[in-house]
């Protein structure tokens, strides 16, 4: 019976922390509270405490959570350059921009998480360096550290695209600008790639 207890109790942690992932993305992290995140987990207020010390404990495990996810996406791409391009496409998609709460953390968070404190803001770093390094492995296997930083540009390059993106009205503009996203993500990317010997 205990053992159904911490295995019930660690299922409802992840419930908890899933649910909110999506919430923080679509209504950001001042815009969700405590009440609104546990009625999403369909849980009492009552219970958030057994599971977290704070709702910053919550946002911190949320993000990690979430970029672990986000990881494993991108590691089931293709390898080398395809890979790349598949993983340039995919975030700069109409479909990822209309579904922010399915989507990436940064696009969806990243000012907010700027505001958090230190243990959030670490939590994001050392998760986004991990999917970052991961990415330069692809764009140069000989020596990954020499594209960290392009990468990291780039990188930051699509997240405000599609920021930008998903505050426009104007659906065809939203549109071609992923699309000269894209084209401006690849072309850096693959000037990279020249560089690194590839």
């Known amino acids: 019976m205990a053992r159904y207890g911490k295995e019930h109790k660690l299922a409802t942690r992840q419930r908890i922390i899933e649910t909110a992932g999506r919430r923080f993305k679509r209504s950001g992290i001042d815009g969700s509270g405590v009440a609104t995140l546990m009625a999403d987990a369909g849980l009492t207020n009552g219970a958030f405490y057994a599971h977290f010390e704070s709702k910053e404990d919550l ?12 990881r494993e996406q991108l590691a089931a791409g293709a390898p080398g350059r395809a890979g790349v391009e598949q993983i340039v496409r995919a975030y700069l998609s109409p479909e990822h921009r209309d579904n922010p709460e399915e989507g990436c953390p940064s696009a969806a968070l990243l000012d907010e998480i700027g505001r958090c404190g230190e243990p959030t803001r670490q939590v994001y770093t050392d998760s986004m360096l991990a999917i970052m390094d991961d990415f330069a492995a692809r764009l140069a296997p000989a020596d990954p550290q020499s594209a960290r930083t392009t990468v990291l540009s780039v ?3 699509m997240v405000g695209t599609l920021q930008l993106s998903r505050a426009l009205t104007d659906r065809q503009l939203a549109d071609d600008l992923l699309e000269q996203g894209i084209r401006n993500a690849l072309a850096v990317l693959d000037g990279e790639s020249a560089t690194s010997g590839k």
């Open 59 to 70: 946002v911190a495990t949320a993000v990690s959570d979430q970029l672990r996810d986000q």
């Open 155 to 157: 990188y930051a390059l």
